[in-house]
C-alpha cells in the first residue's frame, strides 16, 4: 500500500507525513505486515517464491507464531510451509481453479522478491471493493493460531473483498492522524473498531473518548463523505466491564459513549454509517487470555462484521 522505508518493507502506515505525529506504539505495530498477503489466479497448481526474512518470529501474543507460508484456493488450506531467516525460495502447492490468496510468515520480516508459476502461468487476481479495516489488536489479528484465520481475513475472503489491515496492537485508540489517513484512502468501505486501549492502556473518560471519536469520525468524513463506514464497539472484555481505569471509567461506560455517537449521527441523517454492537458477537468463553479472541472468537466476528460490511455495500 505504501512504499517501503529502511527495516519495513511493508509499512501499514504512510512512512511520511501523518506517520511523523503517530505515537511509537502505532507505528511499531504498523511496521508489522498483519494482513499483507499474495492474490493470484491462473492455471499454475504450484507456485514458486522467493524471499528474505530478516528475523525470526516472536510470535503473536498467546497465539501462533506467523512463521509460516500459507495457501488458500478454493475455501480451503492447499499448502503450509515454515519459512527461514536469509535469503530462500519456497515452493507452495496451490491447488484448485479459483483465485489463491498466500498469506506471510508476517512477523519474520519477509520481504518477497518473485512468485513464478512452477507448472503453468500466475496472473493477479480480481482485486474485489476496497475495504479499510481500523482496529487494534483483535483487528490485527493477535491469538489466532495463523494469520488465516485473523477476523478481517475470514470477512474479505467470504465476500470477496480486498481489505487492508490497518489493526494496531496496543494503541488505536482513535488518533488524528490515523483519521487523517483513512480520509485520504480510497476506500469503497471503511470499518472502525477501538476502545479497549482507551480503558487503561491509555486512559480516557467519556467525555474524551466521545469526543475524540466524534472528531476521528469528522475527519474521514472529509475524505469520504458518502463512502460507507461500519463502527463496531468494543468486544467484551472480562476485567475491564465494570473495573473502573483511573478516571472512573469501566469498559461498559466507554462502549456506551461509542455506540451513543455511533447512532446520535446515523439518527442525524448519516444514512452510509452502521453501527454493529461489539458485546454480544464473542462470548467469554472464546478469549484466549481475558482479552483477545482465540480462532473460534474471531469466525464469530467474520460472520457479524463481515455481514454488516457486505450489506453496508450493497452485497
Known amino acids: 500500500m505504501y512504499p517501503d522505508v529502511p527495516g519495513v518493507p511493508y509499512p501499514r502506515a504512510r512512512p511520511d507525513g501523518p506517520m511523523t505525529r503517530l505515537p511509537v506504539d ?18 499454475a497448481t504450484s507456485i514458486e517464491i522467493d524471499y528474505s526474512c530478516a528475523h525470526e518470529s516472536f510470535g503473536y501474543l498467546g497465539g501462533g507464531e506467523g512463521h509460516e507460508f500459507v ?3 478454493d475455501g480451503a488450506i492447499a499448502d503450509r510451509q515454515a519459512a527461514a531467516v536469509g535469503d530462500h525460495t519456497v515452493t507452495l502447492s496451490a491447488t ?6 498466500v498469506h506471510l510468515p508476517e512477523r519474520m ?6 512468485i513464478t508459476g512452477a507448472d503453468g502461468d500466475v496472473t493477479p487476481a ?12 483483535i483487528a490485527e489479528g493477535w491469538c489466532v493460531t495463523s494469520p488465516e484465520h485473523a477476523w478481517p481475513a475470514v470477512a474479505a475472503r467470504t465476500h470477496g473483498l480486498d481489505v487492508v489491515n490497518l489493526g494496531y496492537a496496543g494503541s488505536s485508540r482513535g488518533e488524528i492522524p ?7 484512502l480510497d476506500a469503497d468501505v471503511i470499518s472502525i473498531a477501538h ?30 463523505p458518502d463512502t460507507p463506514i461500519v463502527a463496531i464497539s468494543p468486544i467484551t472484555r472480562p476485567d ?11 469498559l461498559g461506560d466507554l462502549r456506551g459513549a461509542f455506540e451513543t455517537v455511533v447512532q446520535e449521527r446515523i439518527d442525524g441523517g448519516d444514512t452510509a454509517l452502521a453501527l454493529v454492537a461489539g458485546l454480544p458477537i464473542v462470548a467469554p468463553d472464546q478469549l484466549t487470555d481475558e482479552i483477545h479472541p482465540g480462532d473460534e472468537g474471531h469466525a464469530a466476528m467474520a460472520e457479524v462484521i463481515g455481514a454488516a460490511v457486505a450489506t453496508s455495500l450493497g452485497r
Not at 480480481?126 to 489488536?137: A, E, M
Not at 475491564?240 to 469501566?250: K, P, S
Open 195 to 224: 476502545g479497549t486501549n482507551c480503558w487503561t492502556r491509555t486512559p480516557h473518560s467519556t467525555e474524551l473518548f466521545a469526543v475524540n471519536l466524534g472528531v476521528f469520525l469528522d475527519i474521514v468524513r472529509q475524505g469520504h
Open 240 to 250: 475491564a466491564e465494570t473495573t473502573q481505569n483511573r478516571l472512573g471509567m469501566t
Open 178 to 184: 490515523s483519521a487523517e489517513e483513512l480520509a485520504d
Open 109 to 114: 520480516g519477509p520481504t518477497i522478491t518473485s
Open 26 to 43: 502505532t507505528w511499531t505495530m504498523a511496521s508489522i505486515p498483519a494482513g499483507v498477503r499474495l492474490e493470484f489466479d491462473g492455471p
Open 126 to 137: 480480481p482485486i474485489g471493493p476496497r475495504w479499510l479495516c481500523y482496529g487494534d489488536s
Open 96 to 101: 484448485g481453479t479459483g483465485p489463491a490468496v
Open 71 to 73: 495457501v488458500l484456493r
